[in-house]
């Protein structure tokens, strides 16, 4: 069965730059959930979309952005890159428009800030 | 918004013995509780998960129980092996516009063989 995709899987950048995380959910899937772990950390919820519209937000810095595209893609921009955003990222999918209660998570994208 | 507390940080157990780890919740809206197992750098994996209209929910070594009125929920393992040490995390999810998932803040299961 298809699961959901994270590219890239590990990404390493300077102070001050810019990343983009993807998210590709589970086919048919019409929620995406981002979230931030830092070492030791349980999962922090950042933001999450359902039908391309944003639904939630949490603990998501200004400094960072996302969107739900057309095809149920997510991405994740992240400016101005500090230390402390160093962490893993997943993303999960869920079929909620389907009552599906079970969030689907990604492998992760590792980013490291130097 | 809603706020999950985990207990212990921390367990150790012997092979063989039960572990038992501990949330509450605040928000009585919530109705649905999902437990996940994460091994390092990888990412958490439901291992089970009960519903507000459900009392107890077992699948082979691993129970989940909920008390509605006192707003908590465990996990219980029982015959535990090695391949559980893990750190697990409890959720929460409400019924809210987004459907957030709130997270505990994890337990470090060790089993020692």
């Known amino acids: 069965a298809a699961g959901v995709i994270q590219s890239p899987r590990h990404l390493i950048k300077e102070k001050r730059e810019t990343a983009t995380l993807k998210c590709y959910p589970i086919p048919r899937h019409d929620t995406v959930y981002w979230y931030q772990q830092g070492p030791g950390q349980d999962p922090q919820f950042l933001i999450s979309?359902?039908?391309?519209?944003?639904?939630d937000k949490g603990s998501i810095p200004d400094r960072f952005s996302a969107q739900q595209f057309s095809d149920y893609h997510s991405e994740l921009n992240m400016s101005s890159l500090e230390l402390g955003d160093s962490a893993l990222y997943f993303c999960?999918?869920?079929?909620?428009?389907?009552?599906?209660?079970?969030?689907?998570f990604g492998p992760g994208t590792r980013l490291t800030v130097l | 918004g809603e706020n999950v507390e985990q207990h212990p940080s921390t367990l150790s157990v012997q092979e063989g013995d039960s572990a038992v780890i501990k949330c509450t919740y605040s928000?009585?809206?919530?109705?649905?509780f999902p437990w996940y197992k994460q091994e390092l750098g990888k990412r958490p994996q439901l291992i089970i998960d009960?519903?507000?209209?459900?009392g107890e929910k077992k699948d082979q070594r691993i129970a989940v129980t909920l008390n509605k009125t006192a707003k908590h929920f465990s996990l219980h393992i029982t015959e535990t092996q090695p391949e559980d040490s893990a750190v697990y995390f409890c959720a929460a999810r409400g019924r809210g516009t987004g459907n957030q998932f709130y997270f505990g803040t994890g337990t470090s299961l060790t089993v020692i063989p």
């Open positions: 928000d009585s809206a919530s109705n649905y």
């Open positions: 999960a999918s869920r079929n909620r428009g389907q009552g599906g209660d079970e969030q689907f």
């Open positions: 009960i519903r507000s209209n459900v």
């Open positions: 979309f359902y039908e391309k519209m944003q639904s």
